[in-house]
């Protein structure tokens, strides 16, 4: 079984059926396991392992399988899923980081991530430094006796920076430190970390993995003895994922691939059809050779994903006229969705920082993000042109 290909496994994969014999995988909706008898109750409290489902904060079936699945698809030996990405995030710096260590990470990282790390780890004693991914060679410069992670994410959200994770994972092994890769933007449909070295990989499992912007969700992989303790954190402090989210986080798994190809396929061609657009300073996007590191992304992801982001010319005036002037594409903040989506994050997400802050984290006034949906392309690109010949009015 081991030899069939990770597309098939992400379809057949299937931990658990009833008496039933039902062909989708069932849904374990309760909160607790029954036990034959006292001895068996006594055996399941005995030690702390996966094995007997006790308590569905600590382990469920329904969950079980989605985890199974996205290790397969990451080639990881073991997973835990979490209620949401942010939570993904949150337990392994919680698992793995103690007072007085620390932690480097590229400073594009997603906001709330971006917020841990320079709010709330420092009040546990945790230090962060960050470096620029356009620079990662003074990521070298970093490293201390107490550093114990790095962390990035490739592409990262929203700048689309990309990182040789072969590369990075060989400078951690050197310096003994644990390198965790938030590989959300590409999904293991399309880059796979751990076959480059990395120890960790996590997912918000609301974007491409849901696919279809139902239900929150988050999953860290990796090898047995690094994702024990996590499941020893997640079992105790609570932040589980519900059988209900991961029954519809395992349907959605088994089309990830084939949607990962058409949100590739309509990217590529609206990223091309926007280049030297007469009202885009720039477009970005993996596999356009403009891209500064596309050399790399062509050497570790299998396609560039589904995101793009341009500058519009005007700045946050002409970004805000591009949105309202959107027909079809939504405003929205989600990403990852079969349904195209613009946002800007200079006036929303990243408007309570000033514009040095902002640059700093590859925020320009007039970024425009699209996550490329699974629409008609020509439908994306009309949308797209009619509001940028708006936008400069
Ligand atoms: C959305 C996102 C997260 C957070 O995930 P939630 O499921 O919203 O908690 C983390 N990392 C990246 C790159 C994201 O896009």
């Given at each position: 079984?081991?030899k069939?290909?990770?597309?098939?496994?992400?379809i057949?994969l299937q931990?658990?059926?009833?008496?039933?014999?039902?062909?989708?995988?069932?849904?374990?909706l309760?909160?607790?396991?029954?036990?034959?008898?006292?001895?068996?109750?006594?055996?399941?409290?005995?030690?702390?392992s996966?094995?007997v489902?006790i308590?569905?904060?600590?382990?469920n079936?329904?969950?079980?399988?989605?985890?199974?699945?996205?290790?397969?698809?990451?080639?990881?030996?073991?997973?835990?899923?979490?209620?949401?990405?942010?939570a993904?995030?949150?337990?392994t710096?919680?698992t793995?980081?103690s007072?007085?260590?620390?932690?480097?990470?590229?400073?594009?990282?997603?906001?709330?991530?971006?917020t841990?790390?320079?709010?709330f780890?420092?009040?546990w004693?945790?230090?962060?430094?960050?470096?620029?991914?356009?620079?990662?060679?003074?990521?070298?410069?970093l490293?201390?006796?107490?550093?114990?992670?790095?962390?990035v994410?490739?592409p990262?959200?929203?700048?689309?920076?990309i990182?040789?994770?072969?590369w990075?994972?060989?400078l951690?092994?050197?310096?003994?430190?644990?390198?965790?890769?938030?590989?959300?933007?590409?999904?293991?449909?399309?880059?796979q970390?751990?076959?480059?070295?990395?120890?960790?990989?996590?997912?918000?499992a609301?974007k491409?993995?849901?696919?279809?912007?139902?239900?929150l969700?988050g999953?860290?992989?990796?090898?047995?003895e690094?994702i024990?303790?996590?499941?020893?954190?997640?079992?105790?402090?609570?932040?589980?994922?519900s059988?209900?989210?991961?029954w519809?986080?395992?349907?959605s798994l088994e089309t990830?691939?084939?949607?990962?190809?058409?949100h590739?396929?309509?990217?590529?061609?609206?990223?091309?059809?926007?280049q030297?657009?007469a009202?885009?300073?720039?477009?970005?996007?993996?596999f356009l050779?403009?891209h500064?590191?596309?050399?790399?992304?062509?050497?570790?992801?299998?396609?560039?994903?589904?995101?793009?982001?341009?500058?519009?010319?005007?700045?946050?005036t002409a970004?805000q006229?591009f949105?309202d002037a959107?027909?079809?594409?939504s405003?929205?903040?989600?990403?990852?969705?079969?349904?195209s989506?613009a946002?800007?994050?200079?006036?929303?997400?990243?408007?309570?920082?000033?514009?040095?802050?902002r640059?700093?984290?590859g925020i320009?006034?007039?970024?425009i993000r699209?996550?490329?949906?699974?629409?008609h392309?020509?439908?994306?690109k009309?949308?797209?042109?009619q509001?940028?010949?708006?936008s400069?009015?």
């Amino acid at each position: 079984m081991s030899k069939q290909h990770p597309e098939t496994r992400a379809i057949r994969l299937q931990t658990e059926q009833t008496s039933q014999k039902e062909h989708a995988t069932p849904m374990f909706l309760t909160s607790s396991f029954t036990y034959e008898s006292a001895t068996d109750m006594a055996a399941a409290f005995s030690d702390d392992s996966l094995d007997v489902n006790i308590y569905s904060r600590f382990s469920n079936p329904t969950v079980d399988e989605f985890v199974a699945k996205v290790a397969a698809l990451e080639g990881a030996e073991d997973g835990i899923a979490t209620a949401t990405g942010m939570a993904a995030v949150f337990a392994t710096f919680m698992t793995f980081l103690s007072k007085g260590d620390h932690i480097i990470s590229a400073s594009a990282v997603f906001g709330s991530t971006h917020t841990i790390l320079t709010k709330f780890l420092p009040k546990w004693g945790i230090e962060y430094s960050y470096f620029d991914m356009a620079e990662p060679a003074s990521v070298e410069a970093l490293f201390r006796p107490e550093t114990k992670m790095l962390y990035v994410e490739t592409p990262s959200n929203p700048g689309l920076d990309i990182i040789d994770l072969g590369w990075l994972a060989g400078l951690c092994k050197k310096n003994n430190v644990m390198l965790v890769v938030d590989n959300c933007f590409a999904t293991p449909a399309v880059q796979q970390p751990i076959s480059y070295g990395a120890d960790l990989v996590l997912h918000s499992a609301t974007k491409f993995i849901d696919g279809q912007g139902r239900v929150l969700g988050g999953v860290v992989v990796g090898r047995k003895e690094l994702i024990h303790p996590l499941y020893l954190f997640v079992r105790n402090t609570g932040p589980s994922m519900s059988a209900f989210n991961a029954w519809v986080l395992t349907k959605s798994l088994e089309t990830l691939y084939i949607r990962m190809e058409k949100h590739a396929d309509n990217a590529l061609k609206l990223a091309t059809a926007l280049q030297g657009h007469a009202s885009i300073e720039w477009v970005k996007y993996p596999f356009l050779d403009t891209h500064p590191q596309h050399a790399i992304a062509k050497k570790q992801m299998s396609n560039g994903g589904g995101i793009i982001s341009f500058e519009i010319r005007g700045g946050i005036t002409a970004g805000q006229k591009f949105l309202d002037a959107l027909e079809m594409l939504s405003m929205t903040n989600n990403l990852g969705d079969s349904r195209s989506i613009a946002s800007h994050p200079a006036s929303t997400t990243h408007s309570k920082l000033s514009e040095a802050e902002r640059a700093a984290v590859g925020i320009s006034p007039g970024l425009i993000r699209i996550s490329v949906g699974l629409e008609h392309v020509d439908d994306i690109k009309a949308d797209i042109l009619q509001a940028l010949a708006k936008s400069q009015a």
